[in-house]
């Protein structure tokens, strides 16, 4: 398998820059998702991997071997596309065996690793069937299988399963999560579905306008995001996002949301936090995800009264949006905690889920 190396790759289409100094290690057997907006470059960094695009300066490394020089074909790494690319002349089996047969490989070690990769794809009941015959989840079952057979280096996939629908998205997302855990080749995928990156990597790239936000686990993305990008990007619903001032009366202080929003009472030991990075006084936004927005039906320590605005059943948890100065903050509650709108409740920041952003870099300061 493979580890791969980009060191400070540069991609310009004519004058327009789409890839800014990109740097990045992806260790061998990890699942990496390029993870960004449409048009940040995600498809043209995958591309560049594969050797189907040019980089303007720059080096990309496969086990330690520069390889922006070589042929595609010469980089032993596989590609899915988007959209299926099956030979539909051919059967299942012969679409699977092509990249074998181009290799000259016997008709023995053909037969036994197509049906090798079939079994693993569950699709070998498909195997004489041709690609008109199939549904969109068997077609990309096929495609992955084709890009497998080979065991090469790395496979490279380019929103392999974004042209399915919702639900069969979900099973090909299981299925390639345990393809991975079985095959455990290096592989770089590229989606602009956050849920899709964070139940599928080992480490998510967020990126945006060709440049890298921030590299990490789901969890650590989640958790911390590196700038206000990352953490708007992240998370569904998107995390609370307010301009915050700090207002100190004597030993207390408090977090005033919005132009003339409520004040929340800030505890010490968030103020140290923020002290300790050199602000808080300074422009600042506070983000904070609904689940740390923590509501109640009574009044207690840190807890500020709100009116609830709107409800939004989603099943298994309520959003919540609770009116706040000019604007709202959304709240995940229990599944009909709060009856309607109109009802009072009261709320408090959850610190432990509190993040800072500096207003003009937005860069975290946590
Ligand atoms: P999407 O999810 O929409 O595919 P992406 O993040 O994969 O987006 P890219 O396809 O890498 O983005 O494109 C990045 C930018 O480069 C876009 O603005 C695109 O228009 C531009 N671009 C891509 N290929 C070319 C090309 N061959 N010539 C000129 N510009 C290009």
Redesign the pocket.
Known sequence: MAEIVLRDVQKY??A?H??KDLNLTIADREFVV?L????????????AIAGL?EISSGEILIDGRPVHDLEASNRDIAFVFQLYALYPHLTVFENIAFPLRATGEKRSEVEKQVREVARALDIVHLLKKRPSALSGGDMQRVAIGRALVRRPKAILM??PIGALDAKLREDMRTELKRLHIENKATSVY?T?DQVEAMSLADRIVV?NE?ILQQVGTPTDVYQNPANLFVAQFIGSPVMNIAKATLATEGERSALVLGENGDAFPMPAELKGRLTARGGPFGDLKIGIRPEGVLVAHEAGEGFVPLEAHLIEPLGAYDIVDLKVGGSFLRARTRSGFVSGPGERVFARLDETQTHFFDTKSGQSLQ
């Open positions: 289409f004519g327009v789409i890839i390029l960004g907006p449409s048009g940040c470059g995600k498809t043209t960094t995958l591309r695009e380019d929103e590229v602009h990126m060709g």
